[in-house]
């Protein structure tokens, strides 16, 4: 899996200039949806929540399904500020940097930085919810105090 994430990471800094923009949020939501496994354990029917601004990830996902509350949902992704603070409870994915600041059950961040994709999982984050990440993601933890 780690090494399809690499792939489209890769393709996504060099290539996005011939990507159409559904290109992109398909291929954006295909790493939302694998960081989603990831943290959740799960490989089908995981119920997100997700900010107005993310809801295309639901048109391009085969895992991911939509979840109209927080409470019922797997995981939150945050592509812009919370309306509701109940979500902020939840484990979630951002997808802007100044949002894993803010959140601090932001386990994980999917961002763009100079043009290029970023991937980030904040180790004490992952340890308060007991999410164990496979090796392989060693290179992506980073600590709280770094952010």
């Excluded at 904040?122 to 770094?146: A, H, M, Q």
Aim: with cysteine; aromatic share 14%.
């Amino acid at each position: 899996m780690l090494v399809i994430i690499n792939i489209l990471l890769f393709f996504l800094a060099y290539h996005t200039e011939v990507l159409s923009e559904n290109g992109i949020k398909e291929i954006e939501s295909t790493i939302i949806s694998r960081i989603s496994t990831t943290l959740t354990g799960k490989h089908y029917k995981i119920k997100a929540f997700a900010t107005d601004n993310m809801k295309y990830i639901f048109k391009y996902s085969k895992i991911l399904i939509p979840s109209y509350e927080c409470d019922e949902a797997d995981v939150v992704i945050a592509g812009d500020l919370l309306k509701n603070k109940d979500c902020e409870k939840k484990v979630m994915i951002v997808t802007k940097y100044y949002l894993i600041r803010k959140y601090q059950n932001a386990v994980a961040a999917f961002y763009w930085y100079k043009g290029r994709p970023n991937i980030v999982f904040i180790k004490e984050r992952l340890e308060k919810f007991g999410i164990k990440l496979p090796t392989e993601y060693e290179k992506y933890i980073d600590s709280e105090k770094n952010l």
